[in-house]
């Protein structure tokens, strides 16, 4: 981490055994400080309201309630804590849930310190570190054919149906902008924001921001894709076009604009075009959920196919969270 900043870890885990090696792990960081720790769901949740932290490290099996709402009443009331998971629990219902609620990590609890120690780090930079044991059963989700069959428009009610304003709020939740930041971008107050907000949190029936981008991108509401005309082509290739873009300091998105117009690049070219060029997992994942029409589930298959491994493209689509 090396940061010069302490970070204030709040542990929750019923095993005692666990408990003690994870409090050890955590205390023996010189940046993290471990102000608290707890063996059950109703002694966290009361820590949680009277207490401040950054990470929140969280089992889910707890004896009388489940890490679940731990991380949902995170995620209310400490909105800029990092949460991960840590867990015996393997299987995709609990790793999908855990994310859904607000984790941005999730990890088994027999990694190594080493492990251990570095996802934290991860954690605090603002990735989403995932267990590679754990990975497929999140591939696994996105790839049920109920899954699929439910992101049609015919799956839900008329109701549910986001407004177009209701849409744009979302998109601009999904890329973490606060209701402030919201209102100043679209020109409408602060209150007007938190209308669209309940309204969202209504139709999709979740209770935080990361439930509600998770839904919204299941059902398609944050599909957000101008449709361009095709210009003429031109004697450049489509590595010369990129390359000369990136040099001259476009993002992945901006690229892939430009490039597509140009080439009529498909989805599996435009990630393979700006892999050549060196842009992240985590930068091509979002200039192709942007410039294309596509699901997160056909983007991580796209992403596999060209050669990205479980954990990067997972990792790449849950920093959009």
Request: with cysteine; charged share 25%.
């Amino acid at each position: 981490m090396a940061t010069g900043k302490k970070y204030r870890v709040f542990l929750v885990e019923d095993d005692h055994g666990t408990l003690a090696r994870m409090a050890d792990i955590v205390s023996s960081q010189s940046e993290l400080i471990l102000v608290g720790q707890a063996e059950t769901y109703s002694s966290a949740s009361e820590w949680l309201e009277n207490n401040e932290l950054d990470v929140l490290l969280t089992d889910l099996g707890l004896p009388d309630g489940n890490g679940k709402q731990l991380i949902e009443q995170t995620r209310e009331n400490h909105k800029q804590a990092e949460i991960m998971v840590i867990s015996r629990f393997g299987d995709e219902n609990s790793v999908v849930e855990a994310i859904k609620a607000g984790a941005s990590g999730y990890l088994l609890k027999d990694e190594s310190e080493e492990h251990i120690i570095d996802a934290i780090s991860q954690l605090l930079l603002g990735g989403s570190p995932i267990s590679p044991a754990i990975a497929s059963y999140i591939l696994d989700y996105f790839k049920r054919d109920e899954i699929s069959s439910s992101n049609t428009p015919e799956s839900y009610n008329q109701e549910t149906i986001l407004t177009p304003k209701e849409k744009l709020v979302l998109q601009y939740i999904s890329r973490g902008y606060s209701n402030k930041e919201i209102a100043a971008s679209l020109e409408i107050s602060p209150h007007t924001v938190a209308s669209h907000i309940k309204h969202i949190y209504q139709k999709l029936q979740v209770n935080s921001r990361n439930e509600a981008v998770f839904e919204g991108w299941r059902m398609g509401e944050l599909s957000m894709h101008e449709q361009h005309t095709q210009p003429q082509t031109t004697q450049k290739t489509p590595q010369q076009v990129v390359s000369a873009l990136k040099e001259g300091g476009k993002s992945a998105k901006e690229i892939l604009e430009v490039s597509t117009l140009i080439f009529s690049l498909d989805l599996q070219q435009g990630i393979k075009i700006l892999q050549q060029v060196e842009f992240s997992a985590a930068e091509i994942f979002v200039a192709i959920k942007t410039c294309f029409q596509s699901d997160d589930k056909d983007i991580i298959e796209q992403m596999l196919a060209a050669g990205f491994n479980h954990e990067e493209a997972l990792e790449a689509m849950l920093d959009q969270v």
